[in-house]
């Protein structure tokens, strides 16, 4: 539902009579409805609970990507298959070895190679795919792949990516830090009209949604590409939650004094 959301610092609460009222009248208009607190009508039976506080939360969660993926690719044209096999894999063979002596697991390299006819000659394409979890070694790696191999060597720019189960992680978070917004703001009111708030009757997340981060793409442009900040902030998601929670009301014990 749209509108604008009332300041933190307004809060309003209904009163209603259990028996006496069929429906609550709404008090606020906006996004969240109106918290409303309901008393029941005295029960033969001792209870504690003396009514209801229906209160809305809401929460904003994001995640950075936790992976990212280069791909180093070396190609080779000779007269024999022999030079052009030879050329590819032992710059093949020193890119493999440069990433295991910077700590790279063997896990999380791939090495491709491909070989064909080229009109009269021989062509060999190799390709090694890392993937990076940490992103400061990631650049440091590749502006040394860079600066010890020549301009036939082509680095790819990173690709960011989460790895599986983090979106259905991200809409978990959401949801409980949106309950616990909820339970705060009970609380909060119920101090207010000088109750206690009691266990949670009803939980219901109403309204979810999941996007992908912004940039200016227009200020990359003017810069040519964009940034590996830009990319990370590209490729971040973020996730949103609104739950409606109904918690029950009890009135503060007052001791008997002699």
């Keep these: 539902m749209s509108g604008q959301q009332n300041p933190p610092s307004r809060m309003f609460v209904e009163l209603v009579s259990w028996a006496g009222q069929g429906q609550e009248k709404s008090l606020v208009s906006g996004r969240d409805p109106p918290l409303a607190l309901r008393r029941p009508c005295p029960s033969a039976e001792a209870r504690a609970t003396t009514g209801e506080v229906h209160v809305t939360g809401t929460s904003e969660v994001s995640a950075a990507p936790d992976r990212a993926q280069v791909a180093v690719r070396v190609s080779s044209t ?21 990433l295991h002596q ?25 390709e090694v795919r890392i993937t990076f979890t940490e992103f400061g070694k990631m650049q440091n790696i590749c502006n040394f792949l860079v ?9 790819s720019p990173p690709q960011f990516y989460h790895t599986p189960g983090c979106v259905e992680y991200l809409r978990r978070k959401a949801c409980l830090v949106a309950v616990e ?8 009111v119920c101090n207010l009209v000088g109750q206690t708030i009691g266990t949670p009757l009803l939980i219901k997340e109403e309204e979810t949604k999941e996007w992908e981060g912004q940039i200016d793409y227009q200020s990359s442009r ?13 490729a971040t998601i973020h996730a949103a939650s ?8 009890k009135g503060k014990e007052m001791k008997n004094h002699p």
């Design 242 to 249: 609104k739950v409606f929670v109904t918690f029950e009301v």
């Design 181 to 188: 917004n909820a339970r705060r703001k009970a609380q909060e």
């Design 102 to 126: 910077q700590g790279l697991k063997a896990e999380n390299i791939a090495v491709t190679k491909d070989f064909r006819r080229k009109e009269n000659a021989y062509h060999m394409e190799g």
């Design 147 to 155: 600066e010890k191999l020549d301009s036939s060597v082509v680095i």
């Design 78 to 98: 000779k007269e024999t298959a022999a030079e052009a096999k030879r050329s590819v894999c032992r710059r093949l063979d020193y890119i493999s070895q440069s």
């Design 222 to 234: 003017l810069s040519g590409s964009l940034t590996v900040q830009q990319k990370i902030k590209s």
